[in-house]
């Protein structure tokens, strides 16, 4: 019973630390995700790169820092239905590592897009994609999203932002 015990345990240790990896072909730039999907989606960020700058917003308690940016996202050559989206972040020594996940009702919310169907053309927005902080620290993240088309083929589109550590001088 105790080697039954300690087998599942095991497998399910394995299994986790799997599912938190992300990014296991480190020959490769992007996470396991995100490859082998055709690209079809425009991600972007703006401003980027993002210099904190005290959180004045006694509404946000967050952090004493904030990084202010957008996210943008537009489905470049057809209408297409949301199934994934989030953000990796980059850690020393680790690489990319899962960060935000967002559901199709998340993503529809966030970017105000109605049923989370990506219009050909039209960029939806995440207005407030805002990183809070106690400290000032730099980092990157990889934002993506995945959606498919009416024939369930999938596309991607995924998108740097770069976030400072130093307040902007002025």
């Known amino acids: 019973m105790k080697r039954y015990t300690f087998t599942i345990i095991f497998f399910i240790c394995a299994l986790t630390a799997s599912a938190q990896q992300g990014w296991t072909e480190r020959s490769r730039l992007l996470p396991d995700q995100l490859r082998n999907i055709a690209t079809g989606i425009l991600v972007y960020h703006s401003p980027s790169p993002v210099y904190p700058e005290p959180n ?3 509404t946000t308690p967050y952090g004493k820092y904030v990084w202010k940016h957008s996210t943008y996202a537009m489905a470049q050559t057809e209408d297409l ?3 994934a989206a989030g953000s990796y972040i980059w850690i020393k020594d680790k690489g990319w590592m899962p960060n935000m996940k967002l559901s199709k009702d998340e993503f529809a919310d966030e970017f105000d897009c109605k049923d989370a169907m990506l219009k050909k053309g039209r960029i939806f927005t995440f207005k407030k994609n805002y990183r809070f902080g106690d400290a000032i620290y730099g980092g990157d993240a990889l934002w993506f999203v995945i959606a498919k088309d009416k024939q369930g083929k999938l596309y991607k ?10 307040l902007r001088s002025k």
């Open 81 to 83: 239905e949301v199934v």
């Open 157 to 166: 589109g995924y998108g740097l932002v770069e976030t400072e550590g130093e």
């Open 56 to 58: 004045l917003d006694a």
